[in-house]
């Protein structure tokens, strides 16, 4: 089946900490994968997506590669700042699919 | 055009009332999305439109609950008879068609059923 499994929070860092978020998937065949962001009281925005082995995206400081080898998209984030204290989703799509899989949330909160 | 608009933002129910959320898609998207999220898990698939044809149904959308989008344009999404597990946010997400390379969610809508 598919699925993805994100790695348990919370998560609490300092400001300017280095962040990593793990995320592994399960799928047949070569999805899609995204990183979504939640901020409090609001709905889940997109934070940036590969879609293919190998790619690395890219959006407000954060990264996350695409590892077909190891069926891995893990997010990253040299710096961290206040403002990033959200719950972070990671996702999936089947090329062929219609529906996204999303992970459980690992929720960060950056303390001055 | 502000993105993908759901009401009401809360809703607070008895338990066996009926409930109706509203969701308003980026105008031009054409595939239409609802997903269940509870505290502490992502939100799960519950069935998707294109256009106003119901493609696909989760398993976790039991007889209770029923959704429809006329016109290809807003949706509805409708429990009876309402039971405390229902509780939960509903989220309302639309895209375009091909690619399938980004889903837009709404704010979503958090139902209490006491």
């Known amino acids: 089946g598919n699925s993805v499994t994100q790695m348990e929070g919370p998560v609490t860092l300092s400001e300017e900490a280095f962040l990593t978020i793990n995320c592994t998937y399960t799928a047949t065949g070569y999805p899609s994968l995204f990183w979504y962001v939640q901020y409090p009281g609001e709905g889940l925005q997109l934070l940036l997506k590969?879609?293919?082995?190998?790619d690395k995206g890219s959006n407000k400081g954060f990264e996350a590669t695409y590892r077909k080898e190891t069926t891995s998209f893990h997010l990253e984030k040299g710096s961290v700042q206040v403002s990033d204290s959200a719950v972070y989703f990671c996702a999936l799509v089947r090329r062929t699919g219609n529906q996204f899989y999303f992970g459980t949330g690992t929720s960060l909160t950056v303390i001055p | 055009d502000t993105g993908v608009s759901q009401n009401p933002r809360h809703k607070i129910t008895k338990r066996g009332q009926n409930v109706t959320f509203r969701c308003d898609p980026i105008?031009?998207?054409?595939?239409l999305y609802w997903y269940r999220q509870t505290l502490g898990q992502g939100p799960e698939f519950l069935t998707y439109f294109q256009n106003e044809a119901q493609l696909e149904k989760s398993r976790l959308l039991s007889d209770r609950f029923s959704a429809e989008r006329p016109k290809g344009s807003f949706s509805t999404l409708e429990i009876q008879r309402t039971e405390q597990g229902d509780s939960a946010m509903y989220l309302c997400?639309?895209?375009?068609?091909?690619?399938?390379?980004?889903?837009?969610f709404g704010s979503g809508t958090q139902l209490s059923v006491l």
């Open positions: 590969a879609t293919k082995a190998d």
């Open positions: 997400a639309s895209s375009f068609e091909q690619g399938l390379t980004e889903l837009f």
């Open positions: 105008s031009e998207h054409n595939r």
